[in-house]
């Protein structure tokens, strides 16, 4: 079976690992994971499969041996981007994994995200020992803290070479992930044995080869219950408009399965799928339509609308050359500008009430619920194995039921979003009952 994403090796893994698992298939006790085993990309069977293509990942777990010699490894783990739920349980979890389980007493902890590597930054680099780790489990955030935007690969590199690191954790999304993979690529052009590996970390969801990132369950389960107030909010007044902002730059995924959980919700805007304002089909004569609707059936006038906050830049004007510290585009407000349409439309039509309520900063700073909690250990874990068996320039995944080891340089030319055609996107629209056709290219 073809292994479309190979994944690089420092070099061939010699030292026996001390964890207790067996080699032998044959025995019934948990065994070490094979680099042949793989996952297959895609399950569905059909029935004009002949030639059909079979695509593959390398499956995650602990290997039978070893790159690094444990007894001399230093491991080192940094945090960059947004806060998001469960990056704790991930600190947590590497340093008590190498620790009891391997026996790595040398772990470092870079603060201020890749500015930490940056001598002119001047951030101490902290030791990560489980005594200093073991309740961080239970606060938002990060430990170590955390920043956006580039740095240099050259001097990152150096600073590992200077504090003889050679396992690097990086947590974060698109942008740390493009970093660690700049950061693998600068090890390779010295001939340098490091070991780069990423843990995929966003309440946007939005990396791909990944069916899910930690936080994200945490960050759209808080969402619902935003959404549940705002209903309240809504229904509490005569033609009562609620807009909830939730987070998703350029995936909404969080608005999607918020709205999905919580059928309360009118219509739901996200990046992924234009649409139009003004006219017969716009959003704004939609919500007077839906208003018509609940009248014309004795309900109680309300609504409650759900935007993701990368939806509709187009209709602000939003030109992209303005880019924040990481070079992402800087977006302008979608909720308050919906709010001054919503307004200025209703002006002369409905007494129309309308809120503005973006619960997100907070969502992304709250500790990890129990599932999130449990898929970040997970994660967590296999990175660790990777690392010590001398995997690099990778990331931990999760795809069909397991997780997997994916090249970095596969994860960051793509990007996870929502198929406006799919499943999915359906299933928010009959939930919704929004009409398709606000979408339409027409309009």
């Given at each position: 079976m073809k292994k479309e994403f190979p994944v690089k090796l420092l070099g061939a893994a010699r030292i026996p690992s001390p964890l207790p698992l067996s080699c032998d298939s044959i025995q019934e006790e948990f065994q070490f994971v094979n680099d042949d085993s793989c996952i297959l990309h895609d399950v569905a069977i059909r029935s004009s499969g002949k030639g059909q293509k079979h695509f593959s990942f390398e499956q995650a777990g602990p290997r039978s041996h070893s790159y690094f010699d444990a007894s001399k490894v230093r491991a080192g783990i940094v945090t960059c981007g947004g806060l998001c739920p469960g990056i704790n349980n991930v600190i947590r979890t590497i340093v008590m994994q190498l620790h009891h389980n391997y026996g790595v007493h040398r772990i470092h902890g870079f603060r201020y995200g890749f500015q930490g590597f940056i001598p002119s930054y001047q951030h101490e680099i902290v030791d990560l020992?489980?005594?200093?780790?073991?309740?961080?489990?239970?606060?938002?955030?990060?430990?170590?803290?955390?920043?956006?935007?580039?740095?240099?690969?050259?001097?990152?590199?150096?600073?590992?070479?200077?504090?003889?690191?050679?396992?690097?954790?990086?947590?974060?999304?698109?942008?740390?992930?493009?970093?660690?993979?700049?950061?693998?690529?600068?090890?390779?052009?010295?001939?340098?044995?490091?070991?780069?590996i990423g843990i995929p970390k966003t309440i946007d969801n939005d990396i791909p080869y990944c069916v899910k990132t930690f936080g994200f369950e945490t960050a759209f389960s808080k969402a619902v219950e935003s959404v549940q107030a705002a209903h309240s909010e809504a229904y509490g007044y005569n033609y009562g408009v609620v807009i909830i902002k939730l987070m998703g730059r350029n995936s909404g995924f969080i608005a999607a399965n918020t709205s999905l959980a919580c059928p309360d919700v009118n219509f739901v805007l996200i990046p992924e799928v234009p649409?139009?304002?003004?006219?017969?089909?716009?959003?704004?004569?939609?919500?007077?339509?839906?208003?018509?609707?609940?009248?014309?059936?004795?309900?109680?006038?309300?609504?409650?609308?759900?935007?993701?906050?990368?939806?509709?830049?187009?209709?602000?004007?939003?030109?992209?050359?303005?880019?924040?510290?990481?070079?992402?585009?800087?977006?302008?407000?979608?909720?308050?500008?919906?709010?001054?349409?919503?307004?200025?439309?209703?002006?002369?039509?409905?007494?129309?009430?309308?809120?503005?309520?973006?619960?997100?900063?907070?969502?992304?700073?709250?500790?990890?619920?129990?599932?999130?909690?449990?898929?970040?250990?997970?994660?967590?874990?296999?990175?660790?194995?990777?690392?010590?068996?001398?995997?690099?320039?990778?990331?931990?995944?999760?795809?069909?039921?397991?997780?997997?080891?994916?090249?970095?340089?596969?994860?960051?030319?793509?990007?996870?979003?929502?198929?406006?055609?799919?499943?999915?996107?359906?299933?928010?629209?009959?939930?919704?009952?929004?009409?398709?056709?606000?979408?339409?290219?027409?309009?």
């Open positions: 020992k489980p005594a200093n780790v073991q309740n961080i489990h239970n606060l938002g955030g990060s430990i170590l803290s955390s920043s956006r935007g580039p740095q240099d690969p050259v001097e990152m590199v150096d600073c590992l070479e200077r504090n003889n690191i050679r396992i690097l954790y990086c947590i974060g999304g698109d942008g740390t992930l493009c970093g660690a993979h700049a950061i693998a690529e600068e090890v390779g052009r010295r001939k340098e044995k490091i070991s780069i649409f139009t304002l003004e006219g017969e089909k716009g959003v704004l004569r939609s919500l007077e339509r839906g208003f018509e609707a609940k009248k014309d059936l004795g309900r109680h006038p309300h609504s409650v609308i759900v935007v993701a906050e990368g939806a509709g830049q187009d209709l602000m004007g939003n030109t992209g050359k303005d880019l924040d510290a990481s070079g992402n585009v800087r977006f302008r407000d979608i909720g308050y500008f919906l709010k001054e349409k919503i307004q200025d439309y209703f002006k002369d039509r409905l007494p129309v009430n309308i809120k503005l309520i973006e619960p997100s900063y907070m969502i992304r700073s709250l500790p990890a619920n129990p599932h999130d909690a449990i898929f970040c250990y997970y994660l967590a874990d296999h990175a660790v194995h990777a690392g010590m068996a001398g995997k690099t320039d990778m990331m931990v995944g999760y795809w069909n039921g397991h997780f997997t080891h994916v090249p970095l340089e596969t994860v960051i030319q793509e990007e996870k979003r929502i198929n406006p055609h799919g499943e999915f996107w359906r299933q928010v629209l009959f939930s919704t009952g929004q009409p398709g056709d606000m979408y339409s290219p027409q309009n």
